[in-house]
């Protein structure tokens, strides 16, 4: 397994394009819980998805991420923001001042943590009543005929699949990391609508993928492609998620 914070160094301009957002019906809840202009901590920001449907709900911000090239994206898109402030720093070690934030945010990245050591630094930098929301858009291999032959390509394209896939983190785990506090578990039904430039910019973003001449990138663009020529209407296909909220507050015992 490559270091994860560089591992997506070689893939940041489809990253930025092609990765889905998360659904508004998501945010109004977090509105609900914490109103802006509460101040953010977004941790393992990458390239800002996430962090600009916060900033545009009137949310102040620190986009903290470790990856130079993911951060410059960021910071390139919206630095023009009165409330957006880019930090280089880790889950671990996020450079954050002591008691700063309202809410942390880890959209994509908490399966990359230390565990142990990045709720002990979310403790030092939340405010006593602070929040945290983990958040993934869970890829569903059996939502749809077009998901699962997704995946088939994957798996037969991409050796390092099916590594990268037990990297996810199952309740047990998310349940020890809030421990002895509690949280909820929300969940969102999600699509994103592609044409092909944008499904193949989607597959590439992945890290597992075979990029630009590394050994099989030609093999799995042609798969995908003809995955996408089989279900396409009108020139574009749907992929199914399910974004899920895992939404509490830590505690040390």
Not at 17 to 42: E, Q
């Amino acid at each position: 397994m490559r270091d994860p914070i560089e591992r997506f160094s070689d893939r940041v301009d489809n990253y930025a394009k092609f990765r889905p957002g998360y659904p508004d019906v998501m945010l109004r809840l977090l509105r609900n819980i914490v109103a802006p202009p509460a101040m953010v901590a977004d941790i393992g920001s990458g390239t800002g998805i996430l962090t600009r449907q916060l900033l545009d709900r009137g949310y102040e911000l620190f986009a903290v991420e470790p990856n130079d090239r993911m951060r410059a994206e960021a910071e390139r898109t919206l630095s023009n923001h009165p409330y957006f402030r880019g930090v280089r720093g880790t889950a671990e070690a996020t450079t954050l001042p002591d008691r700063s934030v309202d809410l942390i945010a880890c959209a994509q990245a908490f399966h990359w943590f230390d565990r142990i050591r990045a709720k002990l630094e979310f403790c030092r930098i939340l405010k006593g009543t602070g929040s945290v929301a983990i958040v993934w858009n869970e890829w569903l291999d059996e939502a749809s005929e077009l998901n699962r032959k997704y995946d088939e390509v994957l798996r037969r394209w991409a050796p390092e699949y099916p590594n990268v896939s037990r990297r996810r983190v199952g309740l047990e785990d998310i349940r020890t990391f809030f421990a002895p506090g509690e949280f909820h578990l929300y969940t969102f039904p999600n699509e994103q609508s592609l044409d092909r430039e944008g499904f193949l910019g989607r597959l590439l973003s992945s890290s597992y993928v075979p990029n630009v001449g590394q050994p099989g990138h030609r093999e799995i663009l042609d798969a995908a492609g003809e995955v996408f020529d089989e279900y396409e209407v009108e020139g574009k296909v749907t992929l199914t998620y399910e974004t899920r909220l895992y939404l509490g507050r830590v505690k040390v015992a």
